[in-house]
T-cell receptor, first 114, second 110 residues
Framework: DGGITQSPKYLFRKEGQNVTLSCEQN?????MYWYRQDPGQGLRLIYY???????QKGDIAEGYSVSREKKESFPLTVTSAQKNPTAFYLC?????????????FGPGTRLTVL | KNEVEQSPQNLTAQEGEFITINCSYS?????LHWLQQHPGGGIVSLFM???GKKKHGRLIATINIQEKHSSLHITASHPRDSAVYIC????????????FGTGTLLAVQP
């Protein structure tokens, strides 16, 4: 089955630790995205990548880093510089480059900082 | 002020009712997406439209570009329709951004 997988589903982190959230897709999509969802707010874009070995900052990139070494993988690292990392993180992909195209979402990772 | 406003924020309906969820935006857009988020958190894209009306099963989405308004309708609602429905607008050109609404929580009771 084609789709997007995210792991882990739940993640707990101590303050000061970096953690990496996995996102893998087998849809052969060029573009991939990371969003953050907080209660009472719309999804906000963290980073996106329109092609392998290239990525751009979204609206709330501070305290996060990404890499796009393979077409199917777009891991997100939440660094200790992120002041309020507790949130629900969603990864998405689209076949075309740009936000006009339909995005396919993964199941999400819920990160809690202890 | 959020650039995308959804109403209502919460909606409870009885099974079989006709449901309407509204989305308004402040400036001209290139396209609008309707998404469904299930209680577990996963999101599914329902529609993308830039004009007129689209229908898929019991779901109908309409957009009025002049009035900067879109509606999502669910006919013959069912408890399995219970979810958060999210509107997202795409600003093209130099802006090239997708702005999400905060969602409408729908609960359909049997």
């Amino acid at each position: 089955d084609g789709g997007i997988t995210q792991s882990p589903k739940y993640l707990f982190r101590k303050e000061g630790q970096n953690v990496t959230l996995s996102c893998e897709q087998n849809l052969n999509h060029d573009a991939m995205y990371w969003y953050r969802q907080d209660p009472g707010q719309g999804l906000r874009l963290i980073y996106y990548s329109q092609i392998v070995n290239d990525f751009q900052k979204g609206d709330i990139a501070e305290g996060y880093s990404v890499s796009r070494e393979k077409k199917e993988s777009f891991p997100l690292t939440v660094t200790s510089a992120q002041k309020n990392p507790t949130a629900f993180y969603l990864c998405a992909s689209s076949s075309g480059q740009g936000f006009y195209n339909e995005q396919f979402f993964g199941p999400g990772t819920r990160l809690t900082v202890l | 002020k959020n650039e995308v406003e959804q109403s209502p924020q919460n909606l409870t309906a009885q099974e079989g009712e006709f449901i309407t969820i509204n989305c308004s935006y402040s400036v001209g857009i290139s396209a609008l997406h309707w998404l469904q988020q299930h209680p577990g958190g996963g999101i599914v894209s329902l529609f993308m439209l830039s004009s007129g009306k689209k229908k898929h099963g019991r779901l109908i989405a309409t957009i009025n570009i002049q009035e900067k308004h879109s509606s999502l309708h669910i006919t013959a609602s069912h408890p399995r329709d219970s979810a958060v429905y999210i509107c997202a607008v795409f600003y093209g050109g130099a802006t090239n951004k997708l702005i999400f609404g905060t969602g409408t929580l729908l609960a359909v009771q049997p």
